[in-house]
């Protein structure tokens, strides 16, 4: 603390991200990184790029937000890209989601909503669940200014359809529904398609997840021209070069290999149903995930004593300690031999 911090830093609660550790040797199922690395052609342009470093990015990003509009089809006017989906979602929050009326979003979702809400002085509700972990669009039909929704959920890795989508956004035209895609690719169905008909969707994604970009750090929005415009502005009035050049080209790269992409994505659906097949078979109860991990709690064991005995044993899982999810563990689906070694370590626990 110090006498010279503003007065909203006193009141900020960060977002505390998953460990990174130092150590080798561990099975790092904590962070829902992709466990295959990216496809060549991301190093081969990454390479041909580096003699660009000197220079400024282009501060639109032109090649990238064409790669994704044309893999999404959309118009590249309606595409934004940043610093990771992490600043995407800041500049919407703050672009966007301002207003006198409250923002709700579910009350198990990515930690990182209300962190936003705080940093902005962004009023806010959150919308419980139901019994089952799903959300549930009925449940939005109240005053708000927007509404926002992780899709597949996280950390609960639960999809709606894209049809409880367009039921929202056509229930409430005159409310922005931000709908944060980071999992999509694992199985669940995109809103993209619905933004040409609806002018109040904003659909956010990243490369970090299914694209093994994490370390990159690339996100993207897409939505009607007025919504891009909202975020081009905060972004030009705060950094006009959120994006390098590197991350440009390996972007651009990853989302134009698709045959990488989908074999890739293949393997971790395939070991994801494998992971939750085994976790049940030892006790546990899996959430339905269409996401790179599995929502699972034990039916006698406690989440926070597991993820602790884990650790000693060199495998990382995430725990949150937060109501209604205290005795679940969030396990990212790793290679077949992390999923396996999981799966020993737990048995001679459990």
């Not at 690339?218 to 919504?227: K, M, T, Y």
Request: aromatic share 8%; hydrophobic share 45%.
């Amino acid at each position: 603390m110090s006498r010279f911090w503003s007065p909203v830093v006193h009141t900020l609660s960060p977002y505390v991200p998953g460990e990174q550790p130092k150590q080798d040797g561990i099975v790092k199922l904590n962070t829902n990184e992709n466990p295959y690395p990216p496809s060549p052609r991301v190093l081969a342009a990454i390479a041909a790029a580096v003699e660009r470093l000197r220079l400024y990015p282009d501060p639109r990003a032109t090649r990238l937000r064409e790669a994704i509009a044309a893999h999404c089809d959309v118009a590249p006017e309606q595409v934004f890209v940043g610093n990771g989906s992490d600043e995407v979602l800041a500049h919407t929050f703050q672009a966007l989601l301002k207003h006198e009326p409250p923002l709700l979003f579910p009350d198990v979702t990515y930690s990182f909503y209300p962190v936003y809400c705080g940093l902005y002085g962004i009023t806010h509700e959150e919308v419980p669940l139901d019994a089952a972990m799903r959300i549930d669009i009925s449940d939005y039909r109240r005053p708000s200014s927007a509404i926002l929704l992780c899709n597949p959920n996280a950390p609960t890795g639960i999809a709606l359809q894209r049809d409880a989508i367009a039921s929202l956004l056509a229930e409430q035209p005159d409310r922005l529904v931000v709908v944060d895609e980071a999992y999509v690719d694992f199985g669940a169905e995109s809103a993209v398609p619905l933004v040409a008909r609806h002018d109040n969707l904003l659909v956010i994604q990243t490369f970090s997840k299914s694209r093994s970009l994490a370390g990159l750090r690339v996100g993207f929005a897409i939505g009607q021209r007025p919504l891009i415009e909202a975020l081009e502005r905060v972004k030009d009035s705060f950094n006009s070069y959120p994006v390098d050049c590197l991350a440009i080209a390996g972007a651009a790269a990853a989302i134009e290999d698709d045959g990488w992409f989908r074999d890739t994505r293949a393997r971790i659906i395939a070991s994801r149903e494998t992971l939750a097949r085994d976790l049940r078979q030892l006790g546990f109860e899996v959430l339905p995930s269409l996401a790179n991990f599995v929502f699972a709690r034990h039916r006698s064991r406690s989440g926070a004593d597991l993820a602790a005995a884990l650790r000693q044993r060199g495998v990382l899982v995430r725990h949150f300690g937060k109501p209604r999810i205290e005795n679940f563990l969030r396990i990212t689906v790793g290679t077949e031999a992390e999923c396996a070694r999981l799966v020993e370590v737990l048995r001679d626990l459990i």
